[in-house]
């Protein structure tokens, strides 16, 4: 008996210990484009993600901001929409976490993606209750840098200031002046020298040194180093590494470098054929999220502190990082993932929507989670899509349509392995609204509790589509799935269904004939009232013409012969008339 149950706590220990060594994945949407800015350690195994959501890419004061923490597991533990005082489009510029688990945020107003200088701050409690904030005004400006000093407090970069505020009550603690105090030098990133409130920077000069003075109530800070590297390098990353080491780059190219925090010197650790955007610098080694244009291929590498690459953690064509931090042995990545039709080459960004990507694995090894996989395998279009010209718009340059209607279905398969639960549905048009603002068409239906087995299908109703100031009449639309069980999709080839499509150009009327019988086996009479010469068309519910019918002036009842006819629904169309035929064999 004692071997038994030692046998069963072993087994136990072995599958936790699996369990806790997974890699996991999660794919969230907060509109149609989701992107995160910011993602830090909480401590306790949680991190912190803040992102930001577009219902509709360019859409002007419709943008949502989301704060998400979650654990080592992929679990969320917290998802919440920021409550945010102005109605803008949002840039987000910094964010730290707060020693008690909370976190501060600086943003910026965006009006139309153009970008102003203006920053607001907020800081928040851990379950992302708004603590405190405060609003730039024209004779004093917030911080657009944020870090915790070592006391707790936070303390913030704006042009040539630092600022320190109370954590819990926003009482500013003193401001000061860097000297020299001017524009210049500019401070694109920060951290603190171990240990102290001097800090080190990097921006214009290259690299800086501010060795902090005076006394606490009134300190001041000086320039006591500064270096501009030879041949030019811009850098706006800085992140603290073991010791007193800080290692310094710019989030688009492969140049790595280190500022040596006890001699104030720097090398070049390497010069890497593909882009770093972000890295972690641990005891274990260098930890880089990084991305490879000439196979537009996503990668998260691990290097040793000579830049030499080890090995080879991830490798992705649809999911990209562009955070990463780690914790009790634990790495965090926080990034996009693309889904939809590629509309343009190089192929990323070639995807019409990108989802919060969310991916979380052991420094050393791991299992990825089961795959799951949702396709889309049929539409079917309920009533021909109404095609009108748009109204004369003065910033539209050429014709433009609108479009509406359509009472479309989608059919969903399960192709992967698991159970799916959960999918959305997307389809996105043309990015020309005829304005200053580029407002990109696009609609998402989110469907839940579906229950559907491996190789299991279901039809959903997707309803009506609109879309406004179109280049073109459409000829067909491409719908596609997301986010299965808010999971990456393990295969994107099967995602995408494009269906022809039934157009009108006049509002169709409903009644316009009659059809009898219906359902009808192998035929049906068409009653019409007077009518013109005219031809009738029958289309089928994925949008192929299946038969035309020549309608000639006079005659008020037609045979339609439906004994060749698969079992089904099909749409008629006559002039602006349509209506639906059912047939049962």
């Given at each position: ?19 806790h ?14 992107e ?50 102005q ?13 008690d688990?909370g976190?501060?945020?600086?943003i ?11 920053y ?13 904030s ?6 004093e ?6 870090k ?6 936070l303390?913030g970069?704006?042009?040539n200031q ?50 902090q003075?005076?006394?606490p ?8 180093y500064?270096r ?49 955007y ?22 998260i ?8 690459i ?6 992705s ?10 914790q009790?042995?634990?790495?965090a ?21 990108r989802?919060?990507?969310l ?26 899509l ?23 279905r ?32 696009v ?16 039809w959903?109703?997707?309803?009506d ?13 491409c719908?596609?799935?997301s ?44 009653t ?25 002036t ?14 089904g ?17």
């Amino acid at each position: 008996m004692k071997k038994s149950i030692t046998l069963l706590v072993l087994l136990w220990q072995i599958q936790t210990c699996l369990l806790h060594a997974q890699v996991h994945d999660r794919v969230l949407s907060f509109g149609f484009n989701t992107e995160p800015h910011e993602l830090l350690a909480l401590g306790d195994g949680r991190w912190l993600t803040i992102a930001r959501g577009e219902p509709v890419p360019g859409g002007a004061f419709a943008d949502t901001v989301i704060a998400l923490v979650f654990n080592s597991k992929g679990e969320i533990l917290l998802r919440r929409h920021l409550n945010l005082p102005q109605a803008e489009v949002y840039r987000i510029q910094s964010a730290t976490a707060t020693p008690d688990g909370g976190f501060a945020v600086s943003i910026a107003e965006d009006l139309c993606d153009a970008g102003f200088d203006n920053y607001d701050l907020f800081v928040f409690a851990p379950d992302g209750a708004l603590r405190w904030s405060k609003f730039s005004t024209a004779t004093e400006k917030q911080p657009y840098l944020l870090k915790i000093a070592p006391d707790g407090n936070l303390v913030g970069a704006v042009l040539n200031q630092i600022i320190k505020y109370s954590i819990g009550t926003g009482q500013i603690l003193w401001k000061t002046s860097l000297n020299p105090p001017s524009d210049f030098p500019d401070i694109y990133d920060f951290g603190f020298y171990p240990g102290t409130e001097h800090i080190v920077a990097v921006g214009s000069p290259d690299l800086q040194f501010w060795e902090q003075t005076g006394t606490p109530e009134a300190p001041a800070y000086n320039l006591t180093y500064s270096r501009n590297i030879t041949p030019f390098v811009f850098f706006n990353r800085i992140i603290a590494g073991p010791g007193k080491d800080f290692y310094t780059f710019y989030r688009n190219e492969g140049r790595l470098f280190v500022f040596d925090g006890s001699s104030l010197d720097y090398f070049e650790v390497a010069d890497f054929p593909f882009a770093v955007y972000d890295l972690e610098a641990t005891v274990t080694g260098l930890y880089l999220l990084a991305f490879d244009k000439e196979h537009e291929t996503s990668l998260i590498l691990r290097a040793g502190g000579d830049g030499q690459i080890t090995d080879t953690l991830l490798s992705s064509r649809w999911q990209t990082g562009f955070e990463i931090a780690w914790q009790n042995d634990t790495l965090a990545v926080a990034g996009v993932s693309g889904s939809g039709p590629p509309w343009a080459e190089p192929s990323w960004l070639p995807y019409n929507a990108r989802h919060l990507w969310l991916h979380t694995r052991p420094l050393l090894g791991g299992t990825p989670e089961p795959e799951v996989n949702a396709a889309l395998t049929g539409v079917e279009q309920g009533e021909p899509l109404l095609v009108s010209p748009s109204p004369y718009n003065p910033w539209s340059f050429g014709k433009r349509y609108n479009f509406s209607g359509g009472n479309f279905r989608v059919q969903v398969s399960n192709t992967g392995t698991t159970l799916l639960d959960q999918v959305d549905v997307q389809i996105a048009f043309d990015w020309d609204d005829g304005s200053h603002c580029i407002i990109r068409p696009v609609y998402r239906r989110r469907y839940a509790d579906l229950g559907l087995a491996p190789g299991a299908s279901v039809w959903l109703d997707f309803g009506d589509i609109t879309a406004n100031y179109q280049l073109i009449v459409p000829v067909q639309f491409c719908f596609w799935t997301s986010a299965p069980n808010e999971r990456p999709d393990a295969n994107h080839d099967d995602d995408v269904f494009c269906h022809t499509a039934v157009v009108s150009t006049e509002a169709p009327e409903a009644g316009g004939f009659s059809v009898a019988p219906n359902p009808a086996s192998n035929g049906c009479w068409l009653t019409l009232p007077g009518h013109k010469q005219t031809v009738g068309r029958v289309f089928d519910f994925t949008g192929q013409l299946v038969q035309q019918i020549e309608l000639p002036t006079g005659n008020t009842r037609f045979y339609l012969d439906t004994g060749e006819w698969a079992t089904g629904i099909y749409v008629l169309q006559i002039e602006n008339w349509c209506g639906k035929i059912i047939v049962q064999h």
